[in-house]
């Protein structure tokens, strides 16, 4: 090797070693998605990754945050299926399918605890917003909010733990009514219905892969935000419009109250377990 290359490469700095090839590959990778160069070296059985002295802090820094976000996923993937988030979701459904008995038997309890812009606005019953995500018009709606809600919901039990992730469906169902019967006043406008809190199960989903996509990588972010955001949108646009009677706002409320939901609160979880 000619001398000056020798003394080039021996000015390199060292950003991390690993025990096998594979896993030095691997974080090289990260640090060519920089647009930098770096280097593979043997030394002492171990894979080490070398760069500029001058980039060595800013290539510690990125290489850190990729070993904490696989950390991260590791962990999810570890989480034993089935497991998480089965018991709340089969106490949901079964909530939903008493409650639709009920109004069966009593019509009367559809105009009572159903979101009403006017009762909710001018009245102040804002327990209304909660209430009407247990009501339903018929079979074929509740079927609908069971089978196709119920698997955004489990993911989101998955995706934040089940305690965390029922509260955050819940809260973006209400919110989502809220901003509706807000929008609607002083209109005498009527919904129910646990599609506010399915699309906000949709939209909790999409804000967790934005921050995901956001906190991946930094200097890329738009290309990879904006693959979440267009997931979330073509799903409301397959399942939200539905006929004539479908509360077209409601779901986009819902999605939307979800979206801002979960990027808060995944953006917490991601400090949370950053080092």
């Known amino acids: 090797m000619p001398e000056g290359i020798a ?11 690993w025990s096998s090839l594979d896993e030095a590959y691997e974080n090289a990778l990260v640090v060519l998605a920089m647009n930098l160069d770096c280097f593979i070296r043997e030394v002492d059985g171990f894979f080490a990754i070398e760069v500029e002295p001058e980039r060595e802090r800013l290539v510690r820094h990125e290489l850190s945050e ?12 570890e989480l034993p299926v089935g497991a998480v988030g089965m018991e709340l979701a089969l106490i949901w459904v079964l909530s939903l399918v008493g409650i639709f008995l009920f109004q069966i038997k009593d019509p009367s309890i559809s105009d ?5 812009a006017v009762d909710v606005v001018a009245g102040g019953e804002w327990w209304r917003t909660f209430t009407a995500l247990f009501l339903h018009a018929d079979a074929p709606h509740l079927l609908g909010n069971v089978f196709i809600g119920g698997v955004f919901c489990y993911f989101v039990a998955q995706s934040f ?3 965390r992730g029922w509260m955050m469906i819940l809260a973006s169902g209400v919110l989502g009514n809220s901003l509706n019967a807000l929008y609607h006043f002083p209109e005498n406008f009527y919904s129910l219905g646990a599609s506010t809190a399915t699309f ?6 999409v804000g967790l892969g934005v921050v995901l996509a956001w906190k991946s990588r930094t200097y890329r972010m738009l290309k990879p935000v904006m693959v979440p955001l267009a997931t979330g949108l073509i799903m409301l646009g397959w ?3 539905g006929d004539g009677n479908t509360d077209v706002l409601a779901h986009v409320f819902g999605w939307s109250s979800g979206v801002v939901l979960g990027v808060v609160v995944a953006g917490k979880m991601e400090t949370e377990v950053t080092p």
Not at 200 to 205: D, F
């Open 7 to 17: 003394e080039e490469v021996e000015e390199l700095a060292v950003v991390g070693q």
């Open 66 to 77: 990729y070993a904490a976000e696989q950390q991260l996923w590791r962990e999810r993937a």
């Open 112 to 116: 009572r605890f159903c979101n009403s």
């Open 161 to 163: 733990g089940q305690l």
């Open 200 to 205: 906000g199960a949709m939209g909790l989903l």
């Open 239 to 241: 399942y939200g419009v």
